[in-house]
């Protein structure tokens, strides 16, 4: 007679490719994008290294599949509002959301994305700009402008070899490279951060509303 299954059986989860690319997406939040192998991802999901590519084509296709879920958690402008808040809330959710997946802004910027998130996210983009009365050439420039300012903060903040809570302590160290004689405005600026009446760290949305108003005048 056959053996009775146990009900308490906990079957195993069937690979799929939204399993495999949220498992590539962990291991790329953890470890950054170069630990991102099919042996590693393939362990990751306690699977053999060949099965992936009943899933995936190969590793170009593993991180367009993970770049587009990236891009998905970003907040695309609600035309219900008005150009310059929509752009805004889309600018620093952007950001936000690559902060938060440290390795994705490079794949973005030096890859030919067309994901269906990174289609549906600037379709909406050009619209909402067109909506409010730019040209469609016009709104074009405006996102990749907008972009380049997004793309560029995050990655310096990222990579700035002094931690926010250091940086007064740097500028002192720095102090003696910039001599008030040779370097007046840097030296005094300098001294500003060492004295902690300004905090010297850039701050994104002062970019950002910059972009928006002067964006406003030409509109």
């Given amino acids: 007679m056959p053996k009775k299954k146990n009900p308490d059986t906990i079957l195993p989860v069937p690979l799929s490719r939204e399993r495999v690319l949220l498992a590539a997406l962990r291991l790329a939040d953890a470890e950054g994008l170069e ?12 699977v053999k290294a060949m ?21 998905g958690e970003i907040e695309v402008p609600d035309f219900k509002l ?6 805004r809330r889309r600018a620093i959710s952007a950001h936000e959301v690559l902060l938060r997946h440290p390795w994705a802004t490079m794949p973005i910027v030096s890859r030919i994305n067309v994901g269906p998130a990174m289609l549906r996210y600037v379709d909406a983009t050009l619209g909402c700009l067109h909506e409010a009365g730019f040209s469609l050439e016009m ?6 402008a907008m972009d380049s300012h997004i793309y560029g903060f995050t990655l310096q903040e990222l990579n700035f070899p002094v ?24 030296n005094y600026l300098t001294h500003e ?22 964006l406003e005048a030409l509109l």
């Fill in 139 to 144: 709104a074009d420039h405006i996102w990749n």
């Fill in 163 to 186: 931690e926010a809570e250091n940086y007064s302590e740097a500028a002192k160290e720095g102090l003696p490279l910039i001599p008030a004689e040779q370097y007046p405005y840097m």
């Fill in 82 to 87: 008005d150009w310059k808040t929509a752009m």
């Fill in 193 to 214: 951060v060492i004295e902690r009446r300004y905090d010297g760290l850039h701050d994104f949305e002062f970019g950002l509303d910059l972009i928006l108003n002067g």
């Fill in 51 to 71: 099965s992936l590519y009943n899933h995936i084509k190969n590793k170009d296709d593993l991180i367009d599949g993970i770049v587009d879920i990236v891009v």
């Fill in 35 to 46: 630990a991102l192998s099919m042996r590693n991802l393939a362990q990751e999901l306690g």
